[in-house]
């Protein structure tokens, strides 16, 4: 089920360049299966047209004409009561003026006014507009009534000018919208620790024994938990990926540091979704300073990391714990076998030797095995999928 099924929210748009930037905000939000209604003010469908978010959107685009149309009665009502939030954005500074002083003279302020939801803003404006006094009042009564203010950030404005005025870019303010929509969810009030990617384990200060995990799957299940509600913290080695909005992240790089962070997460957790590939071994004649070529073959002794899913089980056990298991070989007698002797709760195998699955590519093909034996294999789909039927048992767990 995606949770977002059953969520819609009220777009407003102001009369900004930043409008475009709206349309694909529009875009992304549709395309998480959220029901978008957008409102544009006046002076926004100068820069953007209403037909061209109901072309992205599939659903009807407000103007201030239908204000005062046939359909018009208390549509502001009606609007902002059948949505889960409320975003404007861009929002501008004649805007957050009327919101701060409670003025409705068009249809996304009388929304506002009228709406009891949780408001979003993404203010975009020039430099000066942002940094004048009257403009900086008015974002502190905002916030101060509960409004969550976005941006803007610093960077080229319109005016070819360069300062604090650029809406914050659509992607960051999808993972500041999954946050608030998700906020009581099944999840709501549950601690979740998530570990991700793969640790490094250090030869020299130059060299490390890596593995070829990119984190993508950990952090899907960190997201789909923050789409939950949950409070998640996401011990993560390096990746190339960006935390989702809302995550508690701690860096890490080798076994021994993602087990001291893991340890210290897990106190007082609800779950544990053990997703990282751990190196089984380091280096334990690691040298301070980089070996020389010069030096010949180097003689590298090895010794086995900790068990991390051992050191937690035997420290402060969360209620649920879930483990992954890639493997070459015997995937499903291998991951059974984990499940056991790591006292885990549900254990996700999946074939590394799949091209479409597995490390580094954008989808995966798994078996969900639980403490019963029973058995789930899921079709090739997207790690986000996989992510959230994770997350659906987790849930279930808890309960
Ligand atoms: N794991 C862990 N600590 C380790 C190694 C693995 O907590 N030192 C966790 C992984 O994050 C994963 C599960 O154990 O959730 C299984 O990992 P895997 O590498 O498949 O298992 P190993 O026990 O290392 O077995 P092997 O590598 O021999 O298959």
């Known amino acids: 089920m995606n949770p977002f099924e059953s969520k819609r929210v009220l777009l407003g748009v102001t ?38 978010f109901q072309s992205v959107t599939g659903r009807r685009a407000y103007t201030d004409q239908d204000l005062w149309g046939p359909e018009g009665h208390v549509l502001h009502v009606g609007l902002s009561k059948d949505a889960d939030l409320i975003v404007i954005a861009p929002v501008t500074a004649n805007t957050l003026a009327k919101l701060a002083n409670g003025q409705a003279d068009n249809l996304i302020t009388l929304a506002a006014l009228a ?43 319109a005016s070819g000018l360069s300062g604090q005025g650029r809406m914050t870019e659509p992607s960051e303010l999808v993972g500041h919208i999954r946050c608030l929509l998700g906020a ?22 130059v060299r490390v024994i890596a593995n070829r995990s990119s984190g993508k799957q950990g952090y899907a299940l960190a997201q789909a938990a923050i789409d939950l509600g949950a409070g998640v913290t996401l011990v993560s080695a390096p990746t190339a990926l960006t935390a989702p909005f809302g995550v508690n992240l701690v ?47 180097p003689d590298l002794e090895l010794e086995t990391n900790p068990d991390i ?81 994770v997350l659906e048992r987790v849930v279930k767990l808890l309960r």
Do not use: W
């Open 15 to 52: 009369g900004s360049i930043a409008c475009y930037k709206a349309v694909d905000l529009a875009s992304k939000l549709t395309q998480l299966g959220i029901k978008v209604d957008v409102v544009l003010s006046d002076a926004a469908t100068k820069f953007v047209a209403p037909l061209t």
């Open 115 to 157: 709406g009891t939801v949780p408001l979003l803003l993404a203010p975009a404006m020039d430099g000066g507009m942002y940094d004048h006094p009257a403009t900086q009042q008015n974002l502190r009564s905002l916030t101060e009534r509960g409004a969550h203010i976005v941006g803007p950030v610093s960077g080229h404005l």
């Open 184 to 205: 009581k969810g099944p999840l709501a009030g549950r601690k979740v620790v998530v570990t991700a990617g793969g640790t490094q384990e250090a030869i020299d200060p």
């Open 251 to 297: 860096a890490i790089t080798s076994a021994e540091e993602m087990l001291d962070a893991t340890l210290q997460a897990t106190k007082g957790a609800d779950a544990l979704l053990m997703a990282a590939a751990v190196a089984d071994f380091r280096v334990t004649n690691s040298s301070q300073k980089k070996i020389k070529r010069a030096g010949g073959v």
């Open 309 to 389: 899913l051992q050191a937690v089980t035997n420290a402060s056990r969360p209620k649920v714990i879930v483990g992954f298991a890639a493997e070459s070989d015997d995937l499903l007698k291998n991951a059974a076998h984990k499940l056991e002797s790591k006292n885990l709760d549900l254990i996700v195998a999946n074939d590394i030797r799949a091209v479409d699955a597995g490390f580094e590519v954008d989808t995966n093909r798994v078996t969900l095995i639980d403490r019963s034996g029973s058995k789930e294999e899921l079709a090739l789909m997207s790690k986000e999928d996989v992510a959230r039927i």
